[in-house]
């Protein structure tokens, strides 16, 4: 298989409403899509970057500016026939994993089309469908909070997360485990307290939570491993894993009891799986996280999450959650799950009409 060239595309994608954390408040979604043309089929890959370097170093312009000056012409270089060969020839490359895991995702995504077989297929898929678990964030009120958990939990949502931050956690919780009783609970802090919390973070213990996650800077390893010494709530690392590397060196440390999986920030879904596979081979559970993707990062989230070792309900809520027109067909639960594409790569490709009605830039990189 030949790569001819890459296009990178941004579409603009208002959201259902604002999505409040404790690093920024979004109302809409800049994505930046890649698609991979190559002489035997084409690819789409998501970059799930965020406006600001807010959630991680790495921002949308930059991805676009490393892709077209770095990365675009390195595999050009190489000559790559295979998503396989992309990690290691842009490893000379520090960082900028979602980058890169944009542009494996579309040769993979490409490479698997051409074959025949599934993105699922090629992961090790051992599930047709996986549970849903719906992210909610940070809002104006508690009664606004108990009512929009009430509505995820009327439309069959799985599992809740909550997201919280100082001000915003002891007292929301208490409030969610009041109102539903022994509803599959998570809470999320972004990276919001630190060390000196410890007490007041072991006061969620009682609430029988599934995890709290990432709940100190991404590089304070060492004192999550503190932490989780401290507190009975299963410590589950985010920000801070981002290759497989890290992740055993969290594990070993006894810094994190569960892993959450997000594809862009280790660097790609080969990268995940390494992951999964490591956790999996030390008893470790994880789960696939989310970046609000559109259908075409849904997908390959639903593959992911249908790995063997998955074994928590994951962010792969439906495409209603946060968009009411998303670029694919919309994916609908039902029964509090969602379907895992099983047609060839992704499974799923962009409703033109939508995506030229959403599209705000387009740029051509040959290769």
């Given amino acids: 298989m030949k790569v001819e060239g890459f296009e990178l595309r941004r579409v603009a994608m208002p959201l259902v409403s604002p999505f409040r954390t404790s690093f920024g408040t979004q109302t809409a979604r800049d994505i930046l899509l890649v698609r991979a043309v190559t002489d035997a089929a084409e690819g789409w890959g998501e970059c799930v970057t965020l406006p600001d370097p807010v ?5 949308t312009d930059g991805a676009v500016d490393v892709m077209k000056r770095f990365f675009i012409p390195a595999l050009a270089a190489a000559g790559i026939a295979d998503a ?65 958990v009430g509505g995820y939990l009327d439309e069959g949502y799985a599992r809740i997360k909550l997201k919280i931050e100082p001000g915003w956690d002891i007292q929301v919780v208490r409030a969610v485990r009041e ?10 802090a972004n990276t919001a ?31 999550h491993a503190e932490l989780a010494k401290v507190v009975k709530t299963p410590i589950c690392l985010d920000e801070s894993i981002t290759s497989a590397q890290t ?20 660097g ?11 956790a999996t081979a030390h008893g470790i559970p994880v789960w696939c996280g989310g970046m609000i993707e559109s259908g075409l990062g849904r997908a390959a989230n639903l593959a992911l999450a249908s790995l063997p070792g998955f074994t928590l309900p994951g ?22 799950r969602l379907d895992v594409p099983t047609g060839p790569g992704l499974g799923v490709t962009p409703v033109a009409a939508i995506l030229d009605e959403l599209t705000t830039a387009v740029e051509w990189v040959p290769v």
């Avoid at 900028?96 to 993105?119: I, N, P, Q, W």
């Fill in 55 to 59: 959630y991680s170093p790495e921002y």
């Fill in 84 to 148: 396989t060969s992309i990690g290691e020839v842009l490893k000379p490359f520090k960082a900028h994993r979602m980058a890169k895991a944009a542009l494996e995702t579309a040769v993979l995504d490409a490479e698997l089309r051409a074959e025949g077989r599934s993105f699922a297929r090629e992961l090790g898929s051992v599930h047709d469908s996986v549970p849903c678990g719906v992210s909610v964030g940070i809002m104006e009120s508690v009664p606004q909070l108990l009512d929009a």
């Fill in 179 to 188: 109102r539903f009783g022994d509803v599959l609970l998570q809470v999320d």
């Fill in 193 to 223: 307290y630190t060390l000196g919390d410890a007490r007041h973070l072991a006061k969620l213990d009682p609430f029988d939570l599934l995890l709290i996650e990432q709940p100190l800077e991404e590089e304070d390893v060492l004192g």
């Fill in 247 to 266: 992740a055993a060196a969290a594990i070993r440390l006894g810094a994190t009891s569960v892993i959450n999986i997000k594809p862009g920030r280790v």
């Fill in 268 to 278: 790609g879904y080969l990268e995940a799986r390494r992951i999964h596979d490591l």
């Fill in 315 to 336: 962010d792969v809520s439906a495409s209603g959650r946060f968009y009411e027109t998303d670029i694919t067909e919309p994916f609908v639960m039902r029964d509090g």
